[in-house]
């Protein structure tokens, strides 16, 4: 393990529900000659119906969770979104919006606030997540904190019939697709597989290898549904990853997955199958190639902090400040994770794709790093 963090053991009931997981998993290595794919383990573990991590009714984001995002850090997050989406909805003179994978509906809740303050709201709020059990946690949100609101929320179960024209926005989504991890041995890919060992999961042995990493190999197939969901507009996607250089660097030799357990970090994605998140880093310079192969032009990039920071983070700390003068040290707290290089700054970037939409885009007015990729 590269982390050493210790883990905690689960409690006997999760243990038996990941050991229910884990016989659907031996029974799909079986019928499939003895190991299956690591992305399809991957994806069994993560959403396997009924089952997998994101799909059975186990509380993963937030503080009781495994792990903690941005938009459930802090309100200024979401409300820089919001500003930056305004600035499309107005440019379009109104428009809907689409979130993938909206987590507990906290950034749904907290963008609508902004966007209703600053006379921009979207018409129609789709939400589509391929966790159907946190439909209701986000209902609970959004009545808690925007009732008024409500109205205007949907939730899909695929994406809509019709394309949108609006902003298509997704924190955190595209480092929870199943990814296929490969070895390369004399430089060629060696696409690694699982295989039951002892009571447990391992990854079949392959001899002479120097380079272990992975990929998405749905991404090309995602972003054309994604292009094709959009009719004019803009698609903003935030995640933690690198450029393609710096994603396949010699330094990160054994590849970017990391799972979170009890907000305990380490890497071993085979252990309690449905239990733990499993997560790989995003390629954002496949993610611009997929987008522009599927029509969609690269309309911005930069780190988080530079968005953040173009976005009026500034002008929102303060605002908040005079609200609330007694909160000046957690919202300061609150910025500076968000916003600091040695915290979320530049691990999280954000790319926007467009269609059809060519005003330059306010969250990349201080810097835009396209070039980078
Ligand atoms: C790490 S969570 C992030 C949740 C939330 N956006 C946040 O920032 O707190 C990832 C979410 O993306 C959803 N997801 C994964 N792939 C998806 C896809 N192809 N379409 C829509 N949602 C997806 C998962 O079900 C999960 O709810």
């Known amino acids: 393990m590269r982390f050493t963090d210790r883990l905690p053991t689960p409690p006997a009931e999760a243990l038996a529900h990941s050991e229910q997981l884990a016989q659907r998993i031996r029974a799909a290595i079986t019928t499939n000659d003895g190991s299956i794919p690591f992305r399809e383990f991957m994806r069994m573990a993560l959403y396997e119906p009924g089952l997998g ?43 809907d919006m689409l979130e993938l994978g909206a987590g507990s509906g906290v950034m749904a809740a907290d963008m609508l606030l902004r966007l209703e303050t600053l006379g921009c709201l979207p018409a129609h709020y789709w939400i589509l997540d391929l966790s159907p059990e946190l439909r209701d946690r986000q209902r609970q949100t959004l009545q808690a904190t925007a009732p008024h609101l409500l109205a205007r929320v949907e939730w899909l179960d695929t994406l809509p019939a019709e394309p949108i024209r609006g902003v298509i926005i997704g924190n955190e989504v595209l480092d929870a697709m199943p990814v296929e991890l490969f070895t390369l041995v004399n430089g060629a890919r060696v696409i690694r597989q699982v295989e039951m060992q002892g009571a447990g999961f391992g990854l ?37 990853g690198y450029e393609q250089k710096d994603y396949y660097h010699p330094d990160r030799s054994q590849g ?28 954002f310079t496949a993610v611009a190639e997929a987008g522009v192969d599927a029509g969609l032009e690269l309309a911005g990039y930069a780190t988080q902090a530079a968005f953040l920071a173009s976005s009026g983070l500034e002008e929102l700390f303060l605002a908040a400040l005079e609200a609330n003068p007694a909160n000046q040290y957690p919202l300061a707290q609150q910025v500076r994770t968000l916003s600091l290089p040695s915290e979320m700054g530049e691990r999280f970037k954000v790319i926007a794709l467009s269609k059809g939409f060519t005003p330059g885009l306010v969250g990349f007015r201080l810097a835009d790093q396209r070039h980078r990729l």
């Open 204 to 240: 079949t042995a392959v001899a002479g290898g120097t380079y272990t990493s992975e990929y998405n190999p749905a991404l090309p197939g995602w972003m054309r549904s994604m292009a094709d969901t959009l009719e004019t507009g803009v698609m903003i996607l935030i995640d933690y």
């Open 256 to 283: 970017t997955l990391i799972c979170h357990y009890q907000h305990r970090v380490h890497d071993n994605p085979l252990l309690w199958p449905g239990l733990q998140d499993i997560t790989a880093s995003v390629d």
């Open 53 to 95: 991590y994101y799909v059975a009714g186990l509380r993963k984001i937030g503080k009781e969770g495994d792990f903690i995002t941005a938009p459930e850090i802090s309100p200024l997050f979401s409300q820089c979104l919001a500003n930056q989406c305004a600035q499309v909805l107005a440019e379009l003179g109104g428009g």
